[in-house]
C-alpha cells in the first residue's frame, strides 16, 4: 500500500507576521509544515514501519520555499516527495483537484491530510478530496489502524469520539493527539538530502483559484492603560466587568 501525505508550509505559531499593502509579508517569519499535516507524516512513518504500507510519498504544493517543508518530511522519513510549485493562492476546492490527481498517477490507497489547514482556516480539503475520488472519508482522527484492505481506528464527534471502519482507498484527516511527532535526527536530514524531490508545474493539473483573494490585514485594539484598584476584591470585579461591558464591548 502506497501513502500519500500532504505537508503545507505556514508561519510558526509564535512568529509574528506582517501585512504590506495587501498581503500578507512572510519575509524573516519563520516556517513550518503545518501542525496537523506533521501528525499525517509521522501516522504514514508509523503505518509503513507496522508493515501496513509499504511507501510514503509527502506532497506539497505552494511557492519554492515549499520545498524545506518537505525536506522536513524526507528527514523525518517519507521515502520520497512531490512538489508542485506555484505562487498562486489556492482555496482547498482547487488543492483538492491537484491531490486527487496526483494520488491516482501514484495508485495511493490512503491519503493523510490535516483536519484544519492554518492557513485558510479550513477543514474543507479532506472532504474535498475525498468528494472528487468518490472515496470515504474519515475526520479528526485520534487513532488508526490498517488491516488488509480496511482502516480502523477512532474519530472525535461532538459527544466524545467513535469508533470506524472502512474500506481502502479512503481520505484520512488529522489532528492532535494522534500520535507525537518525530524529530528530524542529522544522519537522517543527511539522507534526506539524496532522496527523489519530483518537481511538477501546477499548469499539468489544469487547476485555477476557486476563490479569489482580495485583500489581507491584521486586526488589532488599542489597549485602555486602566489599573483597577485590588484591595477590595468585590469591587475590583464589579469595575472589571463595568469595563468590559461598557467600554471593551466585549460582553452583552
Request: aromatic share 4%; glycine share 8%.
Amino acid at each position: 500500500m502506497k501513502i500519500l501525505t500532504l505537508v503545507r508550509q505556514v508561519p510558526d505559531a509564535e512568529a509574528r507576521v506582517k501585512v504590506t499593502g495587501t498581503s500578507v509579508d512572510l519575509d524573516g517569519t519563520t516556517l513550518v509544515i503545518d501542525g496537523m499535516d506533521e501528525y499525517g507524516v509521522e501516522e504514514a512513518l508509523r503505518l509503513r514501519e507496522a508493515g501496513a504500507a509499504t511507501e510514503v510519498v509527502a506532497l506539497a504544493i505552494g511557492p519554492k520555499r515549499s520545498e524545506d517543508a518537505l525536506r522536513t518530511a524526507l528527514a523525518m522519513g517519507a521515502d520520497r516527495a512531490v512538489h508542485v510549485e506555484t505562487d498562486e493562492r489556492l482555496d482547498a476546492v482547487a488543492l483538492s483537484k491537484v491531490v486527487a490527481q496526483i494520488a491516482q498517477t501514484e495508485g495511493a490507497s490512503l491519503i493523510l491530510v490535516g483536519g484544519q489547514e492554518a492557513d485558510w482556516d479550513s477543514q474543507a480539503l479532506g472532504a474535498a478530496t475525498a468528494e472528487r475520488l468518490g472515496w470515504p472519508q474519515l475526520t479528526w482522527t485520534n487513532e488508526l489502524k490498517v488491516e488488509g484492505d480496511t482502516v480502523t481506528g477512532r474519530h472525535d464527534v461532538d459527544e466524545g469520539n467513535e469508533s470506524f471502519s472502512a474500506p481502502l482507498p479512503a481520505v484520512v484527516t488529522t489532528q492532535q493527539g494522534l500520535n507525537e511527532p518525530r524529530y528530524p535526527t542529522l544522519p537522517n536530514i543527511m539522507k534526506a538530502k539524496k532522496k527523489e524531490l519530483r518537481k511538477d508545474s501546477l499548469d499539468q493539473y489544469g487547476v485555477q483559484a476557486s476563490v479569489r483573494y482580495v485583500n489581507a490585514e491584521i486586526q488589532s485594539r488599542a489597549r485602555m492603560n486602566r489599573m483597577i484598584d485590588g484591595k477590595d476584591a468585590q469591587a475590583a470585579a464589579a469595575e472589571l466587568l463595568n469595563l468590559l461591558r461598557n467600554e471593551a464591548k466585549v460582553l452583552a
